[in-house]
């Protein structure tokens, strides 16, 4: 009998354990989910932006929940062109992270 709850017990850590990790995996996606759709919608805004206002910016105020720093970088890379690259900067559980997309802007005469 002793040996069976002793077993059964082992099980429920295991068990235990594995929820943890999942609960912790789900909250990492989440994030990751959230900060990405906040990049699309700034790439986004981007587009609609005028080539001549194009300018570099770091926004740190009224950012969603989690999300540290917006930085955007833009560089002529040519006549009626400009390279953007915005990063993302938020919380996980490792620390400070970053997600960054770069596009090209091309104003067509």
Do not use: W
Request: charged share 15%.
């Amino acid at each position: 009998m002793m040996i069976a709850l002793f077993v059964f017990s082992v099980g429920i850590l295991a068990l235990y354990s594995l929820q943890l990790t999942a609960i912790k995996g789900n909250h990492t996606a989440n994030s990751i989910s959230n900060v990405t759709t906040y990049l699309s919608d700034q790439i986004e805004r981007l587009y609609d932006t005028p080539f001549s206002s194009l300018t570099d910016s770091n926004v740190t105020t009224n950012l969603p929940a989690g999300i540290n720093k917006r930085a955007l970088v833009i560089t002529n890379s040519g006549n009626n062109t400009k390279e953007c690259t915005v990063t993302v900067y938020y919380n996980s559980s490792s620390g400070e992270k970053s997600i960054q997309a770069k596009f090209t802007k091309i104003v067509l005469y």
